[in-house]
């Protein structure tokens, strides 16, 4: 009896390894990356998504099976001359060998939020910006593009700042190069007064199934510890409409787990499944993490040909990958040794700043600093809720050290000068020392923010013998938090030069 047992269960372990093989687990692109977008060109799909006030604007990512993402570096290594900020939901593009990046920021000259388009042939070497696409009344933003019968069109929300109007969702026919409007704007949709979509309407992407056009939104409140954004789905036969809103939205919604899903792309795999790439925040770590990369797979009902997701109205924790063959990678630890030419392209910096002056050489960088309450900042985007940031901090007569970031008037650190650290906090641009300790001589201590679940953190250093000090009390890091974007870790020069040997992220 117990033969014949060995025997089935060995018989089907090849089949559940191949299942376990088959699955994965949201988020697939873990950390802060808000209203992603996603493309297919030959075997390779590409995703970016918001960076909000961080540069360079729009992270952008490459991956072979929807689950397993690599990121490859900012779409624009500039700021776009006509932008100062506020990088939201980029869209991107592919038709005939180039490649489209529609993206949301702020006007320069009067802070009014517009759509921009830029090109690119190679989309690892950079897209060259074409400038100013989309202006309308008092805001245009989160533009999508789709191709109709050989025809381009490009829909956005608009009126979400215009007093008495309600927000709706316009499109209208682009130029065959993609580069400029072309006839007359048209209404496509517009949010129900009283409904769940109340609050607001936009993150639209358009898919063709059938006979129809759908069209996936997200409606009410995008972000920050209130939100209360769903997911929604109407259709029409014609891109002008009539729209037909489902009976049954929203089709996604936030559960224990996770909260406020919504503002994604379609994606329609080479098998024919259709995936949806969107964000949500972690209901545990909520906006210490941000609005994290995660995907779905849709359905469509026989009958009535509307769309559902497989595993139900709330995100799935585990499913059924694209790719049967499909194993997910553990989140990877971050290292930047400083000994390649260059600094490692995960690095951001606060976009209403100008571009910290960083040099390599020999394996260390060297970062200029500013003369202001926090210094000159380079930063990272946590990919968890739980690490560890290390650094390597030559001795000094400037500060230099490490930081968690929200803006330049709210951050805090732990900075080295000589043989001393100080333990300190910038609260609305005013600059306090919360501890300090003393340092044994010639020692190269690395000192080390450590925090659990984004929300509590504590500094400290780590001496040659091991031994681990904690300088000050744990830390709660709730007044760093912006509504639309998560903090970010790094490192910061004071006044003079900061010598970094090394930079490491550990998640656990």
């Known amino acids: 009896m117990k033969s014949s047992i060995f025997l089935i269960l060995f018989s089907l372990f090849p089949f559940l390894a191949y299942s376990q093989e088959a699955t994965y687990r949201n988020p697939v692109i873990p950390g802060d990356l808000p209203d992603p977008t996603v ?45 100062m900020g506020s990088y939201w939901a980029p869209e991107l593009f592919y038709r005939n060998g180039t490649y489209f990046l529609y993206y949301t920021a702020r006007r320069r000259s009067d802070r009014k939020s517009f759509i921009g388009v830029a090109t690119a042939r190679d989309i690892r070497q950079g897209f060259t910006d074409h400038g100013l696409l989309v202006e309308w009344t008092s805001e245009a933003i989160d533009a999508f593009v789709i191709e109709l019968d050989g025809k381009l069109y490009i829909s956005w929300k608009a009126y979400g700042l215009d007093k008495g109007k309600s927000i709706e969702i316009l499109g209208s026919e682009l130029t065959d190069n993609g580069l400029k409007l072309k006839g007359e704007a048209f209404r496509m949709l517009q949010a129900d007064a009283g409904s769940w979509e109340a609050g607001g309407m936009e993150g639209q992407c358009l898919v063709r199934h059938g006979d129809y056009i759908y069209m996936f939104y997200a409606g009410n409140s995008c972000c920050g510890p209130n939100c209360n954004y769903q997911t929604g789905v109407a259709r029409a036969r014609d891109i002008r409409g009539p729209w037909e809103k489902y009976a049954g939205n929203p089709i996604l919604h936030s559960d224990g787990q996770w909260r406020c899903p919504g503002h994604g792309t379609i994606m329609t795999t080479p098998a024919g499944r259709y995936f949806y790439l969107y964000h949500a925040y972690n209901a545990a770590t909520n906006v210490y993490t941000g609005r994290q990369g995660m995907m779905d797979e849709v359905v469509w009902d026989a009958a009535t040909g509307w769309p559902s997701f497989r595993y139900g109205a709330t995100p799935s924790v585990q499913a059924a990958a694209p790719d049967i063959a499909t194993v997910q990678h553990p989140v990877a630890d971050f290292t930047d040794g400083f000994d390649a030419a260059e600094a490692s392209v995960e690095w951001m910096w606060d976009a209403s700043q100008s571009k910290p002056d960083c040099r390599v050489h020999g394996g260390k960088l060297t970062l200029t600093g500013k003369d202001s309450p926090v210094g000159a900042f380079l930063g990272l985007r946590p990919r968890k809720d739980s690490y560890t940031l290390q650094a390597t901090v030559e001795k000094g007569v400037s500060p230099a050290g490490i930081c968690i970031y929200g803006t330049k008037e709210q951050a805090m650190g732990l900075s080295r000068t000589g043989n001393r650290v100080e333990l300190w906090q910038v609260e609305k641009g005013i600059r306090s020392v919360l501890a300090t300790a003393e340092l044994q001589e010639n020692t190269e201590p690395i000192l080390y923010l450590e925090t659990r679940f984004g929300q509590y953190c504590r500094f400290g250093y780590l001496q040659k013998d091991g031994q681990q000090k904690q300088v000050g009390t744990l830390l709660h890091v709730g007044s760093l938090l912006q509504w639309d974007r998560a903090p970010m ?13 090394a930079v490491k992220i550990l998640y656990r």
């Open 39 to 83: 493309i297919r060109a030959g075997d390779t799909y590409y995703a970016a998504g918001t960076s909000s006030e961080w540069a360079p604007p729009y992270r952008l990512y490459e991956s072979k099976d929807l689950v397993n993402w690599t990121y490859l570096g900012a779409v624009f290594q500039e700021m776009p001359a006509w932008t």
């Open 489 to 501: 870790i790094g490192i910061q020069a004071g006044s003079g030069k900061g010598v970094f040997d």
